[in-house]
């Protein structure tokens, strides 16, 4: 059973358009969501992250909207830029616990329309 | 400030053979993580340490994957013997704190003929 699901599986948009990427999970214990980029060749990095407190957090072009009713959280892109053409994933953890373990979607990637 | 370092970055080897990859997590990082990506299933987690003590090995990897954490600042990932469905990127993360994202290295490629 997949426990964190992310849509849609390939995502394309012009350049300057706002890109959203879905994410939703099944365990409602989960509290923190980072959001990681990843480049061909490259390890997942992170881009930006949420706690289950808030239901907002931006960072530049990068913002997470996150519904804990819905177990439902997605990252919006604005202004999407060449540079942004990667793979998303969204992860969730029980820090609760004291662990950073995540589990993982199995990412969107994003690219833009040349 | 040093990120997390993993070598080799490619391996090519043999069904059968013995293969160890090495990772060097951030310094003062107490937890630490080996993933495996492939497109198919994603990233799955293999092995989690917690202050050098095993936390969890990866069920479904048990039997041919196994990982040590020697001291605080080396892990190794022994897979024996490797099999063609091996061939994945192996990742190894590392973090310290509550509600602090594990940070990567940029993975070892390994190609199982």
């Known amino acids: 059973q997949q426990q964190v699901r992310q849509s849609p599986q390939s995502l394309t948009v012009w350049e300057g358009e706002t890109a959203i990427l879905n994410c939703s999970y099944e365990n409602s214990a989960f509290d923190y969501f980072p959001w990681y980029q990843q480049f061909p060749g490259e390890g997942p990095a992170l881009l930006i992250s949420?706690?289950?407190?808030?239901d907002k957090k931006e960072d530049g072009r990068f913002t997470i909207f996150f519904n804990k009713r819905e177990k439902k959280l997605s990252l919006h892109i604005a202004d999407s830029q060449p540079g942004d053409s990667a793979t998303y994933f969204c992860?969730?953890?029980?820090?609760?616990?004291?662990?950073?373990?995540?589990?993982f979607g199995k990412g969107t990637k994003f690219s833009l329309i040349p | 400030d040093a990120g997390v370092t993993q070598t080799p970055r490619h391996e090519v080897a043999e069904k059968g053979q013995t293969i160890i990859l090495k990772c060097e997590p951030v310094?003062?990082?107490?937890?630490l993580f080996w993933y495996r990506q492939t497109k198919i299933q994603g990233l799955e987690l293999l092995s989690y340490?917690?202050?050098?003590?095993?936390?969890?090995d990866g069920g479904a990897f048990k039997d041919r994957f196994k990982a040590e954490m020697l001291n605080s600042s080396f892990s190794t990932l022994k897979i024996q013997p490797t099999e063609p469905k091996d061939s994945a990127v192996y990742l190894c993360?590392?973090?310290?704190?509550?509600?602090?994202?594990?940070?990567f290295g940029e993975g070892t490629r390994l190609s199982v003929l």
């Open positions: 992860a969730a953890s029980l820090p609760g616990t004291g662990s950073n373990r995540l589990t």
């Open positions: 340490f917690r202050s050098k003590s095993l936390m969890e």
């Open positions: 949420i706690l289950s407190v808030s």
């Open positions: 993360a590392s973090s310290f704190g509550t509600y602090q994202a594990p940070l």
């Open positions: 310094s003062g990082h107490n937890d």
